[in-house]
């Protein structure tokens, strides 16, 4: 998990490059993000090894892709990207 965060973490570095402040509604934007992906992995998880999803799992995955999307949108207006 540390990994994965650390990942995550120099990613968002390398995409802001010089940007030094982060509003707490970006942070709280990526924070929703993080969770949201969270929610995808569980489905995943929930549907391993062939992924096939029911129209309740693809709704959720659906759902939280489109949390994701929105956030990083908030997160871009307010980084000024």
Not at 34 to 40: E, G, K, N, Q, S
Not at 50 to 76: N, P, T, W, Y
């Amino acid at each position: 998990m540390i990994r994965r965060t650390t990942l995550i973490f120099n990613l968002l570095r390398q995409t802001i490059g010089s940007v030094r402040f982060m509003s707490s509604k970006a942070v709280e934007a990526l924070f929703d993000a993080l969770y949201a992906l969270t929610d995808v992995r569980a489905v995943f998880r929930a549907t391993a090894p062939k992924h096939e999803l029911d129209a309740g799992q693809k709704d959720a995955a659906r759902q939280a892709l489109l949390k994701v999307k929105q956030s990083i949108g908030v997160i871009e207006k307010e980084l000024k990207l």
